[in-house]
């Protein structure tokens, strides 16, 4: 059974550092693509960051240069490091598995982790 | 990046009652459309992918249409465990965009 657990979110005040974890099972997370995606409270879905399997990575406008996505093989774990974190930053991270690799088709998503930025 | 419209924002319906959902994209998306679902407190989960192809596990009373621009999500006849935010996902041109979202309540 595919499983997505995240964790590292809570409350941080602006310009703060924050990393999110995402631990898996049921799959390795090298040989697809994950990506996270946040939600502002009360807001739609909005695509953050993606890892390839063959490692590259890229970034929505609104967190490029703050946000790093990264993963640790032998731990199964995908990871985001969130830097000078902005109030709009606010949200419920999920960590998401593509349904087939680069479809960016989301079929697996943890249960989320908030972050609170509070200047 | 290519906007999704959905419409309408929020609706009231009753059990057993057919429902549809627009989402209309900024630009051509050919078939690259997916909707999802999300009730309250919980992650979004997959229901429909490449405009009309049902995922595993979800009921037949769900269907999508629609290429191009426009598309529609109708469910055919509400149940309970339907009443739900819905939301489209554009998957053909990075980067992914999603609707707005469309909430719907038991009237």
């Known amino acids: 059974e595919v499983q997505l657990v995240e964790s590292g979110g809570g409350l941080i005040q602006s310009g703060g550092s924050l990393r999110l974890s995402c631990a898996a099972s049921g799959f390795t997370v090298s040989s697809t693509y994950m990506s996270w995606v946040r939600q502002a409270p009360g807001k739609g879905l909005e695509w953050v960051s993606v890892i390839y399997s063959g490692g590259s990575t890229y970034y929505a406008d609104s967190v490029r240069g703050r946000f790093t996505i990264s993963r640790d093989n032998s731990k199964n774990t995908l990871f985001l490091q969130m830097n000078s974190l902005r109030d709009d930053d606010t949200a419920v991270y999920y960590c998401?598995?593509?349904?087939?690799?680069?479809?960016?088709?989301?079929?697996?998503w943890g249960q989320g982790s908030l972050v609170t930025v509070s200047s | 990046a290519i906007q999704l419209t959905q419409s309408p924002s929020s609706l009231s319906a009753s059990v057993g009652d057919r429902v549809t959902i627009t989402c209309r994209a900024s630009q051509d998306i050919s078939s690259g459309l997916a909707w999802y679902h999300q009730k309250p407190g919980k992650p979004p989960s997959l229901l429909i992918y490449s405009a009309s192809t049902l995922e595993s596990g979800v009921p037949s009373r769900f269907s999508g249409s629609g290429s191009g621009t426009d598309f529609t999500l109708t469910i055919s006849s509400l149940q309970p465990e339907d009443f739900a935010t819905f939301y489209c996902q554009q998957f053909n041109t990075y980067p992914i965009t999603f609707g707005q979202g469309t909430r719907l309540e038991i009237k």
């Open positions: 998401v598995r593509d349904k087939t690799t680069g479809s960016y088709l989301f079929d697996s």
